[in-house]
């Protein structure tokens, strides 16, 4: 069982930049891959971002490529997503996810998601 906890989320002008982090419990963080996900108003879930368990490897959405940056600490347990150059539409909630084992960027490939963090871009 691994639990998630998103924080970082706030209301930022276009440009700007914010970090998040997901908090997870549990020993074996460095066994999951790691995702970020968002949904904005009126929009379906889709995939930001995702790192492998050694975050060797990582993968991203082509509209958020050059501009977010995923890592993770494993000694801390926690993934980070470092949003930077912030456009209106990138305003959602933003979800961390894990996964056991390999890394995806479908969200039906992951097992364990945190309650999300609300990130507001005005423009």
């Known amino acids: 069982q691994v639990q998630l906890v998103e924080s970082g989320g706030e209301l930022v002008q276009a440009g700007g930049s914010l970090r998040l982090s997901c908090a997870a419990s549990g020993r074996t963080f460095s066994s999951y891959a790691m995702g970020w996900f968002r949904q904005g108003p009126g929009k379906e879930r889709e995939f930001v971002a995702a790192?492998?368990?050694?975050?060797?490897?990582?993968t991203y959405a082509d509209s958020v490529k050059g501009r977010f940056i995923i890592s993770r600490d494993n000694a801390k347990n926690t993934v980070y997503l470092q949003m930077n150059s912030l456009k209106p539409e990138d305003t959602a909630v933003y979800y961390c996810a894990a996964n056991y084992g390999y890394f995806s960027r479908r969200n039906y490939d992951y097992d364990y998601w945190g309650q999300g963090t609300q990130v507001t871009v005005s423009s």
């Open positions: 790192i492998s368990t050694s975050g060797s490897r990582t």
